[in-house]
C-alpha cells in the first residue's frame, strides 16, 4: 500500500503505534557502517565533543545516541512527528541531556523564522533516510528536496 508522507499525522500514527518498536533502522546499516564518514565531515580544527550535529528526519532510530556515546553529544534530532519526537526526548532526557529534540518539517530549514535555526549553526548534517520518504511524495518531492537542501545550505557553517 501507498503512504502519504507528506502527512504528519500518518507519521505520527505510525510512531505511536506498537508497530513502530522501541528503535528502527529504515536502512539496516548500523552505526559501525556511517561512523567514519559522519565523524570525518566534523570540519577539520572541531573536537568531535564540540560539532554541532543536526540529524535529519530522526524517526526512532539509535543514530543520535550512538552518537552521543561516541563523543558527540551535541545532537540536535530532527523529525516531522511530534510523537516519536516527544518520546525520544523523555527517554534520554537524563542520559543523554546534551541531546537535542525539535519537531518540525525539515523544509522549513530554509527559514531562519520559520525553523528557529541560525544560519552556519551547525557543523554536520545527517540524513539516513529523510530524502528517500520525500521522494515518494507526488511528483518525486522536488520542491520539498529543493527547500530541505536550501535549508541544510544554510544552517550548515561553511566547512561543513
Known sequence: STHDYSDQEFWDEY?????SGDAYEWFEQGYDVVRGVILNGIPKGTRPEEARVLHLGCGNSRLGAELYDDGVPNVMNLDYSSEVIAALAERHEWDRPEMGWV??????LDSEEASGMAADSYDVLVDKAMLDAISCLPGGGEETMKRVAKGGARVLRPGG
Request: glycine letters at 0%.
Open 15 to 19: 510512531y505511536s503505534s506498537p508497530a
Open 103 to 108: 519537531a518540525m518539517d525539515a523544509a522549513d
